[in-house]
């Protein structure tokens, strides 16, 4: 049970089959509370709506209680959401949604309260319903064409904000992945949208960035900050730095490895999130020394962490950035060490964790073949990806979240896109690093099972177009020599983002770009490099 558990006064029961099972002996509705330790919402509703003496009762007596922190069980959350947190979920013994809601106030809860009750006494089990995503068996396929491509460039420049840059007339995400596919296509998109970014949602005296901004122009920022968005976006200005030079983007960078490895650092490795407080944030520097930080959730999450192990291997290619190096290097070896065994990834450590969920195989496996490319240090990559082919792919190509069992509708198929394309990306550059074609015909089949979508795709999800121009036009630089030579820092340095570095100790000394089979670049010193892929 998480730890605000206690500011209730409900007599909250662990996800898990003896829940469901108390429902059905019971006869009665299950109530499920999703929420996450960064949420000040989650806070208020646990001390005005399920602290109310009077409400604390009514759902004891009427309901089995379930609370679910929602970052640390992710195939309920994705399952329960009902778009934000707290989410508020009412299901049938079987797990099937009656009715949900996000924040609840007293007075809304108790009408939701005896809403539930009448669907429930009036149609019993039948009230509840499947969430359409878990309806079908597998994502609709297609073809792996150029069109994908050209289609997300169609929706970057009709979603494109001329005014105050970024995607979309209304609430502001800083959409990072979003950023990198624009930086190759549209590049003036792209860096507007970081300069709204790094004005608006980062934090000049403690470092990393806020969630998000629900004014069109930026304004009124969501100020918690998460491990997994701060990564990536210090991962965009990163690039962002590599393509244009520009100081305050590797500052920004920078700026919030400090924070990601001070704020955020256990000891081990990186801290899932830290909570938004308004008042805090509204402070200048001097002031904040005075008042106590906003909380912060030690959980070291798989995904996250291979996010940020990514991340920072990036900063440290681009800018030699030696502490980054060493904060990604130690926090790849303690989930190693941890959270790793055969290739199957924990998502925390403890004994009701989840093991080998999609995205916790996805993002750390980016993390490890970045460490290849980076560092010429391999780790458990092969294994992380075989286990996860072997176990998640199934006949479509499609890949499932996590397995076939578990309470609720846990045990039903989803096939989480962002996960797919995170898996896809690396898996492109695994075949590279290992020469390994099997790797590539994956990654394609992955890709290929969500095609039939594409055309309905949106900006939000431009990295799925960006891998499938990846797997169609695949571009390698491969480095004759051991990683950390002056030509594998050049390289590195010089190469567009969406290319495999490839650091070969065998090799003879020279760098050569490759298109699909054929050598396009190649340069035995860093200048000559330089000028080969300049031309």
């Not at 949420?39 to 609370?67: H, K, L, Y």
């Not at 130690?330 to 790793?340: G, K, S």
């Not at 989480?416 to 994956?442: F, H, M, Q, W």
Request: charged content about 30%; proline content about 4%.
């Amino acid at each position: 049970m998480d730890e605000f558990a206690a500011d209730t006064k409900v007599e909250w029961r662990e996800w898990g089959p003896e829940a469901f099972e108390r429902a059905t002996d019971s006869g009665k509705p299950v109530l499920l509370s999703l929420t996450v330790p960064w949420s000040a919402e989650c806070r208020a509703m646990d001390r005005g709506t399920f602290g109310e003496p009077r409400i604390a009762a009514n759902v004891n007596d009427g309901f089995v209680p379930v609370r679910v922190d929602a970052d640390r069980n992710p195939r309920v959350r994705e399952r329960y959401t009902m778009g934000g947190f707290p989410s508020t979920v009412f299901l049938t013994p079987e797990g099937e949604v009656i009715s949900g809601a996000t924040f609840l106030g007293p007075d809304g809860f108790r009408g939701i309260l005896d809403s539930v009750r009448e669907s429930w006494d009036a149609e019993g089990t039948a009230a509840g319903s499947i969430p359409r995503q878990l309806r079908d068996e597998a994502p609709p396929a297609g073809e792996l064409r150029a069109r994908i491509e050209e289609h997300m460039i169609e929706q970057l420049l009709g979603a494109f904000d001329d005014e105050f840059g970024g995607w979309g007339s209304d609430v502001k995400f800083p959409l990072p992945r979003t950023v990198e596919f624009a930086l190759v296509r549209a590049r003036d998109q792209a860096t507007r949208t970081l300069e709204a970014i790094q004005t608006h949602l980062f934090d000049t005296y403690d470092g990393g960035f806020f969630r998000y901004a629900t004014g069109r122009d930026w304004s009124n920022p969501r100020r918690e900050k998460l491990l997994d968005e701060n990564a990536a976006l210090v991962r965009a200005f990163a690039h962002g730095y590599r393509y244009t030079g520009t100081e305050s983007y590797r500052n920004a960078a920078q700026r919030t490895v400090e924070y990601l490895s001070t704020d955020l650092w256990t000891g081990d490795a990186f801290a899932g999130s830290q909570a938004g407080d308004d008042d805090y944030y509204r402070l200048g520097a001097t002031e904040r020394e005075d008042r106590e930080a906003p909380y912060v959730d030690e959980t070291v999450l798989a995904d996250r962490n291979g996010l940020a192990i990514d991340a920072l291997l990036w900063v440290y290619a681009y800018t030699g950035d030696e502490r980054a190096r060493r904060y990604a290097v130690r926090a790849r070896d303690h989930v190693c060490e941890t959270l790793v065994d055969d290739g199957e990834v924990a998502h925390y450590a403890a004994d009701e964790s989840d093991t080998g969920l999609l995205l916790d195989q996805a993002q750390f496996l980016q993390g490890l073949t970045t460490s290849w490319q980076v560092l010429g240090e391999s780790g458990p990559a092969e294994a992380v990806a075989d286990w996860t082919i072997g176990h998640r792919q199934q006949d479509s190509g499609a890949f499932r979240d996590g397995p076939d069992t578990g309470a609720g509708l846990c045990g039903r198929s989803l096939h989480p896109l962002d996960a797919t394309v995170e898996l896809a990306d690396a898996l492109v550059d695994l075949a590279a690093l290992t020469g390994e074609e099997r790797y590539r015909t994956v990654a394609t089949e992955a890709v290929e099972s969500f095609a039939g979508a594409a055309e309905r795709m949106g900006v939000e999800v431009a990295g799925y177009a960006s891998v499938a121009a990846r797997l169609r036009d695949p571009q390698t630089l491969r480095v004759g020599t051991e990683a950390g030579t002056d030509l594998h820092r050049a390289a590195l340095r010089l190469a567009d983002h969406e290319t495999t570095i490839v650091p070969d100790p065998e090799g003879d000394g020279v760098a050569r770009r490759y298109e699909g089979e054929t050598v396009t670049a190649e340069g035995e010193t860093p200048a000559e490099l330089e000028a080969a892929l300049t031309e």
